[in-house]
């Protein structure tokens, strides 16, 4: 995978060049006489403890897949480390992120744990945001049940090198893979928008992230692991041999102290018997009719010339199709001028269509923020709810969760929609240009009253006064998008009224301003 400059002037190019040169002199590249052995997902569920568990329970109906909500971090990473045990002959996971930090390791030792009795371990991480040392994947993939892949790799390894191998090679490197996948034995899986992480799984951090993932069985979880096995054999996919580095003698980042009483690892030895219970039972599965969407490792160009979406092709027909209410629980979104048309033509016809996202003080992505508040003013005059979530929200805690590890800032990072009270999406995709153009994306649509009751009602939590801010505009005579726009809330017990992004510091107005005004910045998001 050669680096492409040849889009570039000649100046730009001998400048690359020369970059190149000296980080090549002193730093490891990508090896290119790699062997990738090719392998598929286990497909014997019935097999395994989990396989019987399921079809034992399982209605009648094969078409129908099974579901459960997860509404907290902590739920999904004792989840998570529970099917680790349980797996008997594959584990396949596939994220955009995995932190080396308390809770990337927590699980990484669940994962290893499971390759000592023998299971398949295949892990397939996107290389932008990779955090853990090429050596110590290198020493997790000696392992002889272990194999990890890259997706997209910079050819050059030295992180310093990377802003300059982005800008001169962003047609490829400016893609990537934003899916989190987590399937077990064939039979079970979770698939949402919680990579792996402090902040995903309200460990010891400065801000911890309010989300949702579905744990799914079935039909579903066949149709999730040929999307993996896709990506396992693409060309942009490299195993860790293609690093060319050799294994360091610590495989595993940092861990919590079990004896503190607190963190992943004492959480998980308390609580492992109820999760593994509820995995082998079933307990509070929503049977319903599924589709799992992914987009391909490569996004292929539509006729317009732009990439088409199998995502958001789907969640467009979704949208038209509804006739009574559409609510969006999205971190990000910027629904750029179509989408604000979209969404003011559903709220003309009828729909009541409502907003739940970041407000400037709460998300972790300033740009991002910029680029939906130049449409909140349209969106408002057009019928469209808008709420933002505030930086100071509660998340849910329920009792017996003790993995949080001190108080941190709350903030959004869902990407879920519920159409008309049955039809539910949950997964990956956030709802702007680089997930409907660039990232590959993937997740679920679930047609089920049931679940989407489940859903509505962890929703409506956030969307509260005291967790949210409701934006309206301004009363003027003259009903256009230029009046100012007002925030509601509950602070203290007391409503109050803001004319000015609440809760926000002097630094995140002035990176709001800079991005608000920087041009074509909204395409980049």
Not at 20 to 33: E, F, H, Q, S, W
């Amino acid at each position: 995978m050669p680096v492409n400059i040849s889009r570039a002037p000649a100046w730009r190019q001998a400048i690359a060049a020369c970059c190149m040169v000296a980080a090549l002199a002193g730093c490891a590249t990508l090896r290119d006489d790699y062997a990738a052995v090719p392998s598929v997902a286990f497909d014997r569920p019935e097999e395994t403890a989990l396989g019987r568990a399921f079809s034992a329970t399982r209605p009648q109906q094969n078409e129908l897949s099974g579901f459960r909500l997860i509404n907290t971090g902590v739920s999904a990473l004792m989840t998570l480390a529970a099917l680790a045990d349980l797996a008997e002959r594959s584990i396949d996971i596939q994220y955009y992120i995995y932190a080396p930090d308390e809770t990337g390791a927590f699980l990484l030792e669940r994962l290893l744990a499971a390759a000592e009795r023998g299971v398949r371990v295949r892990m397939l991480l996107d290389d932008h945001p990779l955090a853990i040392d090429d050596a110590a994947l290198a020493r997790l993939d000696a392992h002889p049940n272990i194999e990890i892949r890259i997706f997209n790799p910079y050819r050059v390894r030295a992180r310093w090198t990377r802003p300059f191998q982005l800008v001169f090679n962003l047609d490829r490197l400016g893609r990537r893979m934003h899916n989190k996948v987590f399937a077990v034995d064939g039979q079970i899986g979770v698939i949402g928008g919680r990579n792996i992480g402090n902040h995903y799984m309200e460990g010891e951090s400065g801000a911890n992230f309010r989300d949702f993932d579905i744990l799914a069985t079935g039909p579903v979880i066949q149709a999730v692991s040929k999307s993996f096995d896709a990506f396992w054999a693409n060309d942009l996919v490299v195993p860790v041999a293609a690093l060319g580095v050799t294994p360091s003698a610590d495989a595993a980042p940092r861990r919590d102290d079990p004896a503190s009483g607190r963190g992943p690892q004492a959480e998980y030895a308390e609580r492992k018997e109820e999760f593994v219970r509820r995995l082998l039972t079933s307990e509070g599965m929503i049977w319903a009719s599924a589709r799992a969407i992914a987009e391909p490792p490569l996004r292929q160009k539509s006729g317009e010339g732009k990439h088409a979406s199998a995502v958001f092709s789907a969640l467009t027909t979704a949208r038209r199709n509804a006739r009574q209410e559409i609510v969006y629980g999205a971190a990000y979104f910027v629904p750029g001028e179509h989408g604000v048309k979209a969404l003011t033509d559903a709220a003309a016809r009828g729909v009541r269509v409502r907003v739940l996202t970041n407000s400037l003080a709460s998300t972790d992505v300033v740009a991002v923020h910029a680029g939906y508040a130049r449409h909140r003013a349209a969106l408002l005059a057009g019928g469209v709810e808008l709420h933002e979530y505030r930086n100071d929200a509660k998340r849910p805690a329920p009792a017996g969760h003790r993995l949080r590890l001190g108080s941190s800032d709350s903030a959004l990072h869902a990407k879920v929609v519920i159409y008309d009270r049955r039809l539910v999406w949950v997964g990956s995709a956030n709802f702007d240009p680089r997930s409907r153009r660039l990232n590959t994306e993937s997740g679920l649509l679930i047609d089920s009253v049931a679940l989407a009751e489940r859903l509505l009602s962890r929703l409506e939590v956030d969307f509260a006064p005291e967790h949210s801010w409701r934006l309206t505009l301004e009363d003027s005579a003259a009903d256009t998008p230029t009046r100012r726009i007002v925030w509601h809330g509950i602070e203290q017990g007391r409503a109050v009224q803001y004319r000015d992004e609440p809760g926000a510091g002097f630094l995140r107005h002035l990176g709001h301003l800079f991005f608000s005004i920087l041009p074509g910045i909204e395409d980049h998001l």
